[in-house]
């Protein structure tokens, strides 16, 4: 077990890991139920920056620090993928032309688009359940992480990987139960945390990223490793404004 977790800690971070045997063909698969233990980590380390800068610096500021962390833990692995996305498929072009342009290292303007809106909604959407949260904020950053790796194993449950050619690292290569041990536990710790709160975000989250990916699937005929990082993206969102949603209704 203690194996499998460095694995995925190793892929999904920047976290220096010795990984000093030899990884089998189907082995980091496996990890896709220590995806949100992992979120779980990135987000205990983003919420002890934002927690001692608080003491420093006022409640905007602090969460910059806390955005800024999380940026460095991943290398920006997943907002990578979210700009590669939608580069693709608003090219307006062919199916083929699309995964040549996600695959192209460069970034378009449709790509710095969804950065820009992907850092903005995630500020104000954290700024906005600070107003509102009875509790801790750094519980909040603890669990944003875990939100974007708990759909993780729905979108890549009996997918088809959209290239001819090409890794397609967990995308239909998961087993059902442990798809279900990811999302099990994803859900468990955003309740933990939040409560009922927690648990319509969670909910939302998923609804969110199923149709995210019956989206895509139209578009591309499948998903790929950047629709992976999109949707993490996409469901850290999620999870604020849910969240935020879910403290004014409940």
Request: glycine share 12%; net charge neutral.
């Amino acid at each position: 077990m203690l194996k499998g977790f460095r694995l995925t800690l190793g892929f999904l971070t920047r976290i220096p890991v010795n990984i000093n045997w030899e990884v089998k063909d189907g082995e980091l698969e496996k990890g896709i139920v220590y995806f949100p233990i992992v979120g779980l980590v990135l987000g205990a380390v983003c919420a002890l920056v934002y927690q001692l800068t608080s003491f420093v610096f006022p409640v905007p500021m602090s969460i910059l620090f806390g955005m800024l962390t999380l940026v460095f833990l991943t290398g920006a692995f997943h907002v990578d993928g979210f700009a590669d996305t939608a580069d693709g498929i608003y090219s307006a072009r062919t199916r083929e032309r699309m995964l040549e342009i996600m695959r192209d290292s460069r970034v378009g303007t449709n790509g710095m688009i969804a950065i820009f809106f992907d850092f903005a909604f995630r500020y104000l959407g954290l700024w906005m359940v600070s107003q509102m949260f009875n509790k801790p904020m750094w519980i909040i950053f603890l669990l944003l992480p875990v939100s974007g790796k708990m759909v993780q194993g729905m979108l890549g449950y009996h997918a088809v990987y959209a290239r001819e050619k090409g890794l397609g690292l967990f995308i239909g290569t998961i087993s059902g139960k442990r798809v279900l041990i990811c999302s099990i536990l994803g859900i468990l710790f955003l309740t933990l945390g939040c409560g009922i709160w927690g648990l319509a975000a969670a909910i939302g989250d998923f609804i969110l990223i199923y149709l995210f990916r019956k989206y895509i699937e139209q578009i591309l005929g499948g998903i790929t490793g950047d629709v992976m990082g999109a949707a993490n993206e996409l469901a850290e969102i999620g999870f604020l404004l849910f969240l935020f949603i879910s403290m004014q209704l409940l």
